[in-house]
């Protein structure tokens, strides 16, 4: 009958010898949750004035389609800015 091969004893996994986990960040300041509710409804409002006034609120008019990239810029920003928070 044949032999089994004597099977190797399993080595321990090499660990790094200086591994610190990062740092936790400290939460984000009470203010900064309304910073972002703050862009996002300026934009809104802003997308809603425009498009109920029809672009006739004064300076409006003379921006033309640049309104809606303005709208959407604040809503953006807002979520870039809602991405920092924790």
């Not at 203010?31 to 996002?40: K, R």
């Not at 809606?68 to 809602?82: C, E, K, R, S, Y």
């Amino acid at each position: 009958m044949p032999e089994s091969r004597r099977r190797k004893p399993k080595k321990e996994p090499v660990r790094l010898a200086t591994t610190t986990a990062p740092a936790k960040r400290a939460p984000s300041p009470p203010w900064f949750g309304a910073l972002i509710l703050a862009f996002f409804l300026i934009g809104i409002a802003y997308l809603l004035i425009y498009y109920f006034s029809n672009g006739g609120v004064l300076g409006m008019d003379a921006l033309g389609g640049w309104n809606i990239l303005i709208g959407f810029g604040f809503i953006v920003i807002g979520l870039g800015v809602a991405t920092q928070w924790h």
